[in-house]
């Protein structure tokens, strides 16, 4: 039976009370994309500034729970300052920690099969750093939708970047 | 001062199978009736025993158990209509699949044969959005023009402005009980101004029909929604009560079998109510499930359960004030004959997800989040909240257990 202690890491309450890159940038120049959680009202404002194929900055703005809070904070500062191509990756190698597979992502090389999507690759949480604090999420599964809200957002930014 | 519990809680629970299980090693404590109630082994049984030996369609075949199977539905319609004292309950219960449904139904049945653009429907400020979703839709499709009936700071309906608000409205539409604040509202009192004014009255009963004594009219409604699984009854099934003089000037809502009087290929004639309205195979089981609820209802009485539930609703924000003081604020109105046993709380600055997530752990369940009202959880400042709602089988020792869990929640989030 998972216990809240595989939720509620230090990390993460750490991040839900001291959330890092806290704020919108000015848009424009930034890129602000909104995600919703229409299940539990949770929203967040993702604003990216990205230039010569690198996020050069980033910040996050909403409310929500814990999970959504302190997941979004990870990733801004797991992001920040990185090129587009290794943000792609994380955002692949998270996602498949929350085992989502998003058709959406585009990028996911390692989909062999169209039709087989039943074993996740393992991942290598040494890639994600602070981040591996949100494996625990994926006990509760009512719960990933709150820690890929962000993540949604910054992929739906990235993307909208790319078709500008 | 004790005052006397008219229901034997003990033995009320022993109905109720999913009351014997466990969660995460605890006993749940079920708090979420206001989402959906629990079903008494009598109403499983009644399901049972008419797929055991009655189950055909309805209203079409001639062999005895289609002719059973009729009875029995159209015997759960009339006993319906029975306890919520419509005058014709044969002719004025509709069957849906929810009170959803049964408001779409008057919103698009009624209003579009009754309402033209630039006519004036007043809603509230405490709407579930299954009684403002449908207006919207109806005035984004012909222009209508929308009214609130606003809240106070207690969470009660503001009437200060009522005549004035439904003045000129072709249609007044709100809940008798909120599913966020608990607060009953007084339908009777803005009926009656509602109905001065020429407008036709819509009630949202999906809260109030389970939890109070309901007589449609002494509350002055002219057409009542409700759910049946909110009231101790099946999903999959809900009810529009609606005047029979309105629902017999109204066209069909969904088309299909059923619902015809005769087909060509050029037309069709559509049958009486309540049949009009009831398009394919109803949900037959479904309505012998919702029969035997309120055949337990009425055993237990519906006086007992308001008592008794008055009884746990204000031991519980007696009880959250004492032991959590300030920690812990409940919206809505304090204990009194308006409040109902529907409590949306909040604890500190913790999200309403936490919250729920904390407490699962303790077996209790309720619910996180803006509980379909979006407008009403704007104007009370909050994105979310974690609702405790109480049902007939609850006790003192479930609100004893929620502030257990609350009080843990102070731990896990410092």
């Known amino acids: 039976m998972p216990g809240l202690e595989d939720l509620y890491r230090e990390i993460i309450l750490d991040h839900y009370r001291s959330p890092r890159n806290r704020g919108e940038l000015p848009s424009p120049p930034a890129h602000r994309v909104e995600g919703f959680n229409p299940l539990c009202g949770d929203e967040v404002v993702v604003s990216l500034d990205v230039a010569d194929g690198q996020l050069r900055d980033i910040k996050l703005a909403g409310s929500g729970c814990s999970i959504s809070q302190s997941s979004g904070s990870l990733m801004s500062a797991a992001v920040k300052g990185k090129p587009i191509d290794e943000v792609r990756e994380l955002i692949r190698v998270f996602k498949t920690m929350m085992s989502v597979h998003e058709a959406s992502l585009g990028d996911d090389r390692t989909t062999g099969a169209e039709d087989s999507p039943a074993e996740p690759e393992p991942v290598d949480v040494s890639k994600l750093g602070e981040l591996a604090a949100l494996q625990g999420v994926v006990k509760f599964p009512v719960r990933i939708k709150c820690a890929t809200l962000s993540w949604n957002a910054l992929t739906q930014g990235l993307d909208e970047l790319a078709s500008a | 001062m004790t005052v006397h519990d008219p229901i034997d809680v003990e033995v009320i629970r022993k109905d109720f199978p999913l009351l014997t299980r466990t969660v995460h090693d605890r006993p749940i404590v079920y708090l979420d009736s206001a989402s959906s109630s629990l079903q008494p082994r009598q109403v499983l049984a009644a399901m049972d025993h008419y797929y055991e030996t009655t189950h055909a369609n309805v209203h079409r075949g001639v062999y005895a158990t289609a002719e059973g199977a009729t009875e029995l539905y159209e015997g759960a319609r009339r006993k319906v209509g029975r306890f919520i004292g419509a005058p014709d309950p044969k002719r004025e219960i509709v069957f849906t699949k929810n009170a959803t449904e049964a408001l779409n139904l008057v919103a698009n049945s009624w209003g579009r044969s009754n309402l033209a653009k630039g006519d004036v429907v007043v809603l509230t400020e405490m709407e579930h959005h299954a009684n403002l979703v449908p207006w919207l839709m109806l005035a984004e499709s012909i222009g209508l023009s929308l009214r609130y009936l606003p809240i106070d700071g207690q969470g009660r309906l503001d009437l200060s402005d009522l005549d004035r608000i439904v003045d000129g409205a072709k249609v007044v539409a709100l809940s008798a009980m909120s599913n966020v604040l608990g607060t009953i509202n007084p339908v009777p009192t803005i009926a009656e101004a509602a ?220």
């Open chain 2, 195 to 414: 109905h001065r004014a020429g407008a036709v009255v819509v009630v949202d009963g999906a809260q109030s029909v389970p939890h109070l004594p309901t007589n449609v009219t002494t509350l002055g409604a002219d057409f009542l929604a409700f759910s049946a699984h909110k009231m101790e009854g099946p999903t999959g099934i809900g009810v529009l009560w609606g005047r029979a003089e309105l629902l017999a000037a109204m066209p069909p809502f969904l088309g299909g079998g059923g619902m015809i009087l005769d087909v060509s290929l050029e037309g069709f004639t559509p049958a009486e109510p309540p049949w009009r309205f009831e398009a394919g195979t109803p949900p037959i089981a479904e309505a012998v499930g919702l029969a035997a609820a309120v055949d337990y209802l009425t055993g237990v009485g519906m006086e007992h359960i308001v008592a008794h539930e008055r009884l746990i609703t204000t031991y519980a924000i007696e009880a959250l004030h004492e032991r959590l003081g300030p920690d812990c604020t409940i919206f809505g109105p304090p204990p009194g004959g308006d409040r109902g046993g529907v409590l949306s709380l909040a604890y500190r600055d913790v999200h309403a997800h936490d919250l729920a997530q904390v407490l699962d752990q303790f077996g209790v369940c309720v619910r996180p989040g803006h509980h379909c009202a979006k407008p009403l959880m704007r104007k009370l400042g909050v994105t979310a909240t974690a609702r405790a709602s109480i049902g007939l089988y609850n006790d003192e020792r479930d609100i004893d257990t929620l502030i257990e869990g609350l009080n843990h929640v102070g731990t896990v989030f410092g």
